[in-house]
């Protein structure tokens, strides 16, 4: 079975806002705006109420707001913004810090699009990253991974003739999962009683905070992953997105393990190790749905998967915020649907139950 990809061309440069009350970081910040073809500054402000003046007359596609802002607080002028221009794009910025965490799910409640915590600029390294990921995130949410992409098709792989339920969940996401993985398990959850394991790409703070908030959403238990847990029927783990995860056979079953450090770069694959581990450890008996995400990270880990004999579905791109890595993963022939989120859900429940279809 194939799909047609959409394909879409265009030139228009990104329009920005930047809204920080931190001198230092509009400098950085502003340089690499200018310095990017693909984007034009608008408008830089100071603070929240600045901003809520100028939206009107700068127009911008993505807002990057400063969730600490002083005065006007950065929550209270998304709540402004989003109001006056539902439809711009926000990305938040923050300390990688626990209140840091709080205010950036506090954010993505509200609507923000997306996140980024802010580096050390002691470490030229960590700055470099937050450097690419920032202007890469504008002008995915701008412009679209798409719009360069040459049409392609995508070859679906078909089922299995006789499935054999799976032993474990497993659910990626990187921009968007915010929203994406609730809106998945939500309706599934409860009725799945083999373990979940998901993995977002969220820094250490902001997970531990996304696991309470998954918990109160899903109505599952739900909490970060530490190294050594086990992956029992009726769990539901939620993978730190800064480390390295990987599932390995233990005395009493299969577990998590974390490894010592942090990936050095923000760039460093997060789901390619965890599904290729995950295919060592259960062979055939795992379903993986990966979410939006840009990038292509976990099409290699889903290939461990399928020649596993295990079953790989995917997020479609019309409800997807990225469509890198799901794309990624679809037209290299892995999965075997690539589905809206809603039709996603009710077919990784069906075969969670051993269905073929």
């Not at 409640?109 to 580096?119: E, Q, S, V």
């Not at 032993?167 to 083999?194: D, K, N, W």
Request: proline letters at 7%; charged letters at 20%.
């Amino acid at each position: 079975m194939t799909l047609a990809l959409r394909q879409t061309e265009t030139d228009r440069r990104v329009r920005v806002m930047l809204v920080d009350d931190s001198a230092i970081m509009r400098g950085f910040m502003r340089r690499w705006l200018e310095e990017d073809a693909r984007i034009v500054l608008v408008k830089i402000c100071s603070d929240g109420q600045q901003a809520v003046a100028e939206i009107g007359r700068a127009r911008p596609d993505v807002i990057v707001l400063d969730a600490g802002l002083s005065g006007m607080s950065g929550l209270a002028s998304l709540s402004q913004l989003r109001r006056i221009a539902p439809a711009t794009r926000v990305v938040m910025t923050a300390p990688p810090t626990v209140q840091g965490a709080d205010h950036t799910v506090q954010a993505l409640r509200l609507g923000a699009t997306d996140f980024i915590f802010k580096p050390q600029p002691s470490s030229s390294r960590a700055v470099d990253d937050y450097h690419r990921e920032l202007i890469e995130k504008i002008v995915v949410l701008g412009r679209g991974e798409a719009e360069s992409r040459e049409a392609r098709r995508i070859d679906l792989r078909q089922p299995p003739a006789h499935p054999v339920p799976p032993s474990v969940l497993l659910v990626t996401a990187g921009m968007g999962g915010f929203s994406a993985i609730p809106a998945l398990l939500t309706p599934i959850a409860r009725r799945i009683r083999a373990p979940i394991l998901i993995a977002p790409q969220m820094p250490g703070a902001l997970a531990t905070a996304f696991a309470g908030q998954l918990e109160t959403l899903v109505g599952k238990r739900c909490r970060e992953a530490g190294h050594g847990d086990l992956l029992a029927d009726g769990c539901m783990l939620l993978a730190p997105g800064d480390r390295q995860v990987h599932i390995a056979r233990g005395p009493g079953g299969r577990i998590v393990t974390l490894e010592p450090d942090a990936p050095t770069s923000r760039r460093a694959p997060i789901h390619d190790p965890l599904l290729a581990s995950a295919a060592a450890s259960f062979g055939n008996r795992v379903l993986a749905v990966m979410l939006t995400g840009m990038g292509e990270d976990g099409r290699e880990g889903a290939r461990h998967i399928v020649v596993a004999g295990g079953r790989v579905i995917v997020q479609d791109e019309a409800t997807s915020l990225a469509w890198g890595a799901p794309g990624a993963v679809a037209t290299a022939g892995l999965a075997e649907a690539v589905k809206p989120l809603k039709d996603l859900s009710a077919l990784a429940v069906r075969m969670m139950n051993g269905d073929a279809a």
